[in-house]
């Protein structure tokens, strides 16, 4: 009987501690299930995450080149130096000491201008001493001729002989000659004084001034040099593969070292053989030069314009991209790369930039990617950087 209460006590005890069991497991949950069903009213609760955006390839604005309609030139480089077109060295036609010098290096003259006095304090005793002979000579040829119209009045008469008249015309013939020659050894002597004061042949600056008052000059002698600088001109050496492609008249837009304004000027002169050594042709450009703003033996570029094309649709050559004999470029259409075939014509450039022709393939507007960036896998997403106001 102790026994079997034994185990009556015993299974209510396992009764029991399973029932505490139970009810200990379902308080726990209650906040649980109160928590999930309030849940999706409560705004603090996170959504659900959705997939992330690829980052875009981001480009400069001075990386894309949007077409548009361009004047595209063919041209033919040329470069030399400037020259004057009129250039004229002032000489010393006499010898003698330099008395005075009017003008300096830089100086504007004026065609006639008296620019350089040498002494004539010689030259003043020859033109004396010659005009001293030609008095002497007209004296005696006044002397002949008296005798000579005397002797035909006698020998009219027969007072003279035939002969003696004749010996009377002998002299006074002689006495003609001798004024004539000292009349021009007074002319020559005449030139070389007004030889003496030195003038501007040309209109110009002065370039260099080779003497100083007080030196000596012999006949010959470089006194100045004078540069007209209203018309200058560039020679430049074409081979002479290409100079069937330039005549008479063609445009050139120069470019001069040292200034940011460009030139025009055009071709005036082709040189009729070829040069020494180098078998290049010269040619010659004329520029105007109004403000005197180019001098003398700058270095200039000149771009000699052969073909124009307007309206044409044109690309960096950086933009072009060849591969199995075919040209593609690289275009950002709705905010993503993608590779356009196209076909190429003439090359040339558009102001100073290379260009080359598109002549199908694409629309003007469109953006090309200008910059050799690798291979870009179309389908990229792009984005081009707003530029940064100044």
Same mark, same amino acid.
């Given at each position: 009987? /102790? ?17 505490? *069991? ?72 006499? #010898?003698?000491?330099? *008395? ?37 000579? /007209? ?5 002949? =001729? ?38 021009? #050894? ?75 304004? /460009? ?48 309206? #044409? ?57 200008? =910059? ?13 950087? #707003?530029?940064?106001?100044?």
């Amino acid at each position: 009987m /102790r026994t079997r209460t034994i185990v009556i006590i015993v299974l209510l005890l396992i009764v029991a501690a399973a029932a505490g *069991r139970f009810w200990f497991k379902a308080k726990n949950a209650e906040p649980t299930a109160s928590t999930a069903t309030t849940a999706p009213a409560s705004p603090a609760s996170p959504a659900p995450a959705k997939p992330a955006a690829p980052t875009p390839l981001e480009f400069l604005a001075s990386e894309i080149f949007t077409t548009e309609p361009a004047e595209l030139r063919q041209v033919m480089l040329l470069t030399g130096s400037l020259r004057a077109v009129d250039q004229v060295t002032v000489k010393a036609k006499v #010898a003698a000491e330099i *008395r005075a010098i009017s003008v300096r290096e830089g100086e504007a003259v004026t065609a006639g201008q008296v620019v350089v006095k040498l002494d004539t304090a010689e030259y003043d005793a020859r033109v004396a001493q010659a005009r001293g002979n030609l008095n002497n000579a /007209r004296a005696q040829f006044e002397i002949a =001729t008296k005798t000579r119209d005397n002797n035909l009045a006698l020998v009219e008469k027969g007072f003279i002989s035939k002969n003696a008249f004749d010996n009377s015309a002998s002299q006074y013939a002689a006495a003609k000659a001798n004024v004539d020659a000292a009349q021009a #050894a007074l002319d020559i002597v005449q030139k070389s004084l007004n030889d003496t004061i030195s003038r501007a042949p040309i209109s110009g600056l002065v370039s260099v001034r080779h003497v100083q008052p007080g030196e000596k000059v012999a006949t010959d002698a470089r006194l100045i040099d004078i540069v007209n600088l209203q018309k200058l001109e560039l020679e430049a050496a074409v081979p002479s593969s290409e100079i069937t492609q330039v005549v008479i008249g063609q445009k050139v837009e120069l470019r001069v070292e040292g200034l940011p304004q /460009r030139f025009e000027g055009k071709v005036v002169r082709i040189n009729p053989s070829t040069q020494a050594g180098s078998r290049s042709v010269p040619v010659y450009v004329q520029v105007a030069n109004p403000q005197n703003l180019l001098r003398v033996g700058m270095f200039a570029d000149g771009r000699l314009l052969l073909k124009s094309k307007p309206g #044409a649709m044109t690309l960096p050559q950086s933009a072009i991209r060849s591969v199995n004999g075919g040209s593609f470029v690289f275009v950002i259409i709705n905010s993503k790369i993608e590779r356009v075939p196209v076909t190429l014509g003439s090359s040339g450039v558009v102001g100073d930039e290379p260009r080359i022709e598109i002549t199908s393939g694409l629309d003007f507007g469109a953006q090309v990617i200008r =910059t050799d960036m690798g291979n870009l896998s179309p389908g990229t997403v792009v984005r081009i950087a #707003a530029t940064p106001n100044r």
